[in-house]
């Protein structure tokens, strides 16, 4: 009976620190208009809740379908992090970024398992989380978790990263239309200066 009680009192407090963390990631999407520093806001933030070494958002480009890297932490060598954005210029996503992208679904890689993510093997990572920043109609990045050390994730740990994505790319959302309101409001601007 005391560990019955002892699990739902660890079940309950994990609730409550992912209740927190996504508070926190949402008080950073609502008091800043810098998208970079919303970026590494919630990388920390995801970082910390799951205890990884390693971490990068990059958002998809309009013109070339590519990504680009915005934030990043835990890279013992940053010339991976180079050679990463020089590999993503000259070639489309591919293979399992690719799927995430298309399907909006995490994913969890062993990369002992798996091709593809050399920026992270380079980097001696173990797992790797890939989480869609979406929005309801699309992928407008990704975030990349990743541990040294194997790791398991329980369904609710999967969950919380889906939240933290969707409340990046909700963030994402929000900064590019703000950006376009401002755009708009200088051209009307000039063309009331013109009239």
Same mark, same amino acid.
């Given at each position: 009976?005391?560990?019955?009680?002892?699990?739902?009192?660890?079940?309950?407090?994990?609730?409550?620190?992912?209740?927190?963390?996504?508070?926190?990631?949402?008080?950073?999407?609502?008091?800043?208009?810098?998208?970079?520093?919303?970026?590494?806001?919630?990388?920390?933030?995801?970082?910390?809740?799951?205890?990884?070494?390693?971490?990068?958002?990059?958002?998809?480009?309009?013109?070339?379908?590519?990504?680009?890297?915005?934030?990043?932490?835990?890279?013992?060598?940053?010339?991976?992090?180079?050679?990463?954005?020089?590999?993503?210029?000259?070639?489309?996503?591919?293979?399992?970024?690719?799927?995430?992208?298309?399907?909006?679904?995490?994913?969890?890689?062993?990369?002992?398992?798996?091709?593809?993510?050399?920026?992270?093997?380079?980097?001696?990572?173990? !797992?790797?989380?890939?989480?869609?920043?979406?929005?309801?109609?699309?992928?407008?990045?990704?975030?990349?978790?990743? !541990?040294?050390?194997?790791?398991?994730?329980? !369904?609710?740990?999967?969950?919380?990263?889906?939240?933290?994505?969707?409340?990046?790319?909700?963030?994402?959302?929000?900064?590019?239309?703000?950006?376009?309101?401002?755009?708009?409001?200088?051209?009307?601007?000039?063309?009331?200066?013109?009239?």
């Amino acid at each position: 009976n005391l560990d019955r009680h002892q699990l739902s009192t660890d079940d309950w407090l994990d609730g409550s620190i992912e209740l927190q963390t996504l508070q926190e990631i949402s008080r950073t999407i609502l008091d800043s208009l810098d998208l970079k520093v919303m970026m590494e806001g919630i990388l920390n933030k995801a970082s910390e809740i799951g205890g990884f070494d390693i971490g990068m958002i990059c958002f998809v480009t309009t013109a070339r379908q590519t990504l680009e890297p915005v934030a990043h932490r835990g890279f013992r060598d940053h010339e991976n992090l180079t050679m990463y954005r020089e590999h993503m210029r000259e070639q489309s996503t591919a293979g399992i970024v690719d799927r995430v992208i298309a399907t909006k679904e995490i994913r969890v890689v062993d990369l002992h398992k798996t091709e593809g993510i050399r920026t992270f093997r380079r980097e001696e990572v173990r !797992s790797l989380v890939i989480v869609p920043l979406r929005t309801d109609q699309d992928a407008l990045g990704i975030m990349y978790l990743g !541990s040294r050390q194997p790791k398991e994730f329980e !369904s609710g740990k999967i969950r919380l990263f889906e939240a933290i994505g969707t409340q990046a790319g909700i963030a994402v959302q929000k900064i590019r239309l703000f950006e376009a309101v401002q755009r708009r409001a200088k051209e009307q601007e000039a063309l009331n200066m013109i009239a």
